[in-house]
Structure formats: structure tokens, C-alpha cells
């Protein structure tokens, strides 16, 4: 079946969950960082952060990819060459990671935004009254709140940012979408195996809901048992 040719495929799609879940990691991270800023954050901090989530989310992902593979290579081998290094190949995985985790996590910074707005202000005051540090502060009441509020936007974001990583393809990344190409160039069958890569995406994609849809049960059953109440 598929000429000898899913075992590969399927190898390939270790390398696509892997690179969705690392961009997922770093995304999460700027996502956080960018939110905290514009809400709690200097006049500066908030500048900055608007402008992060401004730039990247209206230029392509597609261009943005570019820019930092190549773009990014070119500038680290200019670097090198001022401090004496040899030439640095950039690591494909590495910059289709970065690049997919800095773009969702302009987006992700919004989700989170709203997120922690969604947190009555009155509970973040009591807690510093009662001597809670900002780090536990951030542990114990705004994080978990803010999670039951963030799990729709970061469920959408999973599910754009992992048929995103088809794009890493284009920067020579052996994912499952580049073995697809070599096997439809080598049987001239492109149909079948692109059709075979869009079920695997279905697939995954509804995995992904169904998980998600039980997260977010947890963290709203408090929530739903106050409400039965």
C-alpha cells in the first residue's frame, strides 16, 4: 500500500509532532512574556510588546520563515566572521522551531492577554495584601485562572501552528510533508500521498481537540460545581 512508502511517511510525522510541540514550548514562553508586559509591564515593556504582536501578525508566516532562515544564517555568519568562527549552517529544526514559536507567540500573547484580564483584579489586590510575593502571586491565583480562560485561543493556536509546520518543509527540514514530495516525485502518484498527508493532519488535528476538550473540563469543573451550587 502507498508503493512501499508510509513507513517513511509516518517517520516523518515524529519530526512534524516534534517541531509543533517545541514551537508550541517556545510560543508559549514569548506568549506569556508579551502579556505579562502589556499588562503589568513599563510604558517601554508594553511598547515593545505591542509592537511584537503588531509586526508579526501581519506579515506571512511563509515570509517570516524566510527571513529568519536565511536572513538569520546571513547575519550569525557575519558575526562569526568578525570573531574568528567558521561558517555556521543553521539547523533547520532549530529554525523552523524558533520561527513558528515567535510567530504564535505574538499570538498567543493576546490569548493570554485576555486571559489574565479575565481574572477578577479584586483577587490579584487581596493577594498582595496578604503578603504574597509577585512570583506567587502568579503561581497560585492568576495562572490557573487564567488558563480556563486561555484553553480556547490555545487550542486554536495548536491547531494553526501544527498545519503551519508544513511549511518547514521549504527550509529542507525532513518532515512528513518534504518525504511526501520525494515519494510523489518517485511514483508520480502526487494525489495519493498528499491525500494520505491530509488524513494524518485530520487525524492528529482531531486528537488534539478531544485532548484539549478534557483539559479545559478540568480546569472548569471548580468553576461548574460553584455554579450547580
Avoid at 60 to 65: E, F, I, K
Avoid at 170 to 183: F, K, P, W
Amino acid at each position: 500500500m502507498f508503493y512501499g512508502y508510509l513507513p517513511m511517511i509516518l517517520s516523518g510525522l515524529k519530526v512534524t509532532l516534534s517541531v509543533a510541540f517545541a514551537s508550541l514550548v517556545v510560543a508559549s514562553a514569548l506568549g506569556l512574556v508579551g502579556a505579562v508586559a502589556k499588562v503589568y509591564g513599563s510604558g517601554l515593556a508594553r511598547g515593545a510588546a505591542t509592537a511584537y504582536t503588531t509586526v508579526v501578525r501581519a506579515l506571512p508566516d511563509l515570509l517570516v520563515m524566510l527571513v529568519v532562515f536565511y536572513g538569520g544564517q546571513i547575519m550569525l555568519n557575519r558575526f562569526g566572521e568578525r570573531v574568528g568562527w567558521g561558517y555556521v549552517d543553521v539547523d533547520p529544526f532549530l529554525a523552523g522551531t524558533s520561527t513558528l514559536g515567535f510567530i504564535f507567540g505574538a499570538y498567543l500573547t493576546e490569548t493570554f492577554r485576555g486571559a489574565i484580564l479575565s481574572v477578577p483584579a479584586g483577587q490579584i489586590e487581596a493577594a498582595f495584601s496578604c503578603g504574597l510575593r509577585r512570583r506567587q502571586v502568579l503561581r497560585f491565583i492568576l495562572v490557573p485562572q487564567m488558563m480556563r480562560h486561555a484553553i480556547p485561543g490555545l487550542t486554536n493556536n495548536w491547531l494553526v501552528m501544527l498545519k503551519a509546520t508544513a511549511l518547514v518543509s521549504i527550509i529542507g527540514l525532513d518532515d512528513m510533508v518534504h518525504r511526501a514530495d520525494l515519494a510523489s516525485a518517485a511514483t508520480r502518484e502526487p494525489f495519493t500521498f498528499y491525500a494520505l498527508i491530509g488524513l494524518i493532519y485530520l487525524s492528529v488535528t482531531t486528537i488534539s481537540v478531544v485532548i484539549f476538550q478534557l483539559v479545559e473540563r478540568r480546569f472548569s469543573r471548580g468553576v461548574k460545581t460553584l455554579g450547580a451550587t
